[in-house]
């Protein structure tokens, strides 16, 4: 009987655990996705101002976001059944952080319109993710 | 010339590329149900320099070559059955085109342009999300296998059909590799049949192609001579199949 209720309470405990660190990565990515909304806005708001700094500062921003989805933490944040799809969610942002190195570059050189088209490009594997993942 | 020599070169002609597509040049947007653009023939040869010949394919195993552009993959499968004929395919823009059918002995052969028609998903060394889901492997994307997958967004083509859409996102088939089966039984790409997505794939992976291809220069060389083909395990790293 001691037994049983050790186990019942073990069992309990991880169970709450699981749970908790399942809501610390959602909470997580949650902030993420909004850090990543507000930094494609920065940079739409830099291109459209021709502020290559305010561009820049975006990119950054957006970059720091990315780690969550190109490591294995991304099998906790996404929908139940979509986790089986984490591969693409890490494709996506190493398409994320290719086209905004590439957007760095070209600012750089000054070549805008190289610039705003990776912009183009971030969009789309943005659109591209949330297509799949939240099944638009 | 006369009138009836000019006929004879008029038919002769004709008769030629009838008999080998691959000496016609240029678009032949056509309202007569063509849809196709050749190359420059290209033999298929493996990763030894030696000819791939269609009876050694094995068979349900994906196998890739670049054509016609050093940067665009495609896919060469040896299907277990023989394919169909002369199916009508519609381009998203409404153009219809015939896909003759598959080539080699039993007709099994078949290539096509390994970029989705939806989001241009395509193999690199790194991944693979497009690939032939072999017939007893199960796939998410269609409730029957021995088909072409896209695992980004789930579309799946009828290989057996000039790669009509049969599920998912895409609206349109993949682009043909239009092949010749020569008498020894190499393989030859002669052509691209369909509506190809080569120009805007060119223009959104640019950062792609500049880190796999050097620059977008090298990537947008026209394969010449031959094309190495290799089993698509061995080109990319990881294969991504749901």
Redesign the interface.
């Known amino acids: 009987m001691k037994k049983s209720l050790i186990t019942f309470l073990l069992t309990g405990l991880l169970a709450t655990s699981i749970n908790a660190a399942e809501k610390d990565h959602r909470s997580m990515l949650m902030k993420d996705m909004r850090t990543m909304l507000d930094s494609m806005e920065q940079i739409q708001r830099g291109g459209l101002y021709s502020s290559p700094d305010d561009m820049k500062a975006g990119i950054k921003k957006l970059q720091g976001t990315l780690t969550s989805l190109e490591g294995d933490d991304v099998k906790w944040i996404l929908p139940k059944d979509q986790k089986y799809a984490y591969q693409f969610a890490q494709k996506t942002a190493s398409m994320l952080r290719l086209y905004s190195n590439d957007m760095i570059a070209s600012i750089d050189a000054g070549r805008m319109d190289d610039a705003l088209e990776d912009y183009n490009q971030l969009l789309k594997q943005c659109t591209s993710c949330h297509i799949r993942i939240r099944n638009w | 010339m006369d009138r009836r020599n000019f006929l004879k070169v008029v038919a002769a002609s004709a008769t030629v590329m009838a008999v080998s597509p691959s000496l016609i040049r240029g678009n032949l947007y056509a309202a007569d149900g063509t849809l196709y653009r050749a190359y420059e023939k290209t033999q298929l040869i493996g990763a030894d320099g030696k000819a791939i010949l269609a009876s050694k394919l094995e068979k349900e195993v994906n196998y890739i070559f670049n054509y016609p552009y050093a940067s665009t993959p495609c896919l060469l499968v040896n299907l277990p059955t023989p394919t169909q004929s002369d199916v009508e395919l519609t381009s998203e823009s409404g153009e219809k085109y015939i896909w003759k059918s598959g080539v080699g002995k039993d007709r099994t052969v078949v290539a096509y342009v390994a970029i989705c028609t939806h ?1 241009m998903t395509h193999p690199t060394p ?2 693979s ?1 497009i690939m032939y889901v072999p017939e007893k492997t199960k796939t998410m994307a269609y409730d029957k296998s021995g088909i072409i997958v896209c ?3 789930m579309s799946a083509f009828d290989v057996h059909a000039g790669a009509k859409v049969l599920g998912g ?1 895409a609206t349109q088939p993949l682009a043909a590799v239009v092949l010749e089966h020569a008498a020894d039984d190499t393989l030859w790409a002669v052509g691209i049949l369909g509506s190809d997505k080569f120009q805007d794939y060119f ?2 992976f ?3 192609l ?2 796999f291809y050097t620059g977008p220069a090298e990537a947008k060389k026209l394969v010449s001579i031959s094309a190495k083909t290799v089993k698509l395990t061995e080109f990319s790293k ?1 294969l ?1 199949q ?1």
């Open positions: 989001q790194s991944d999300f695992s980004s967004h996102a223009k959104s640019k950062p792609e500049k880190q990881e991504i749901y």
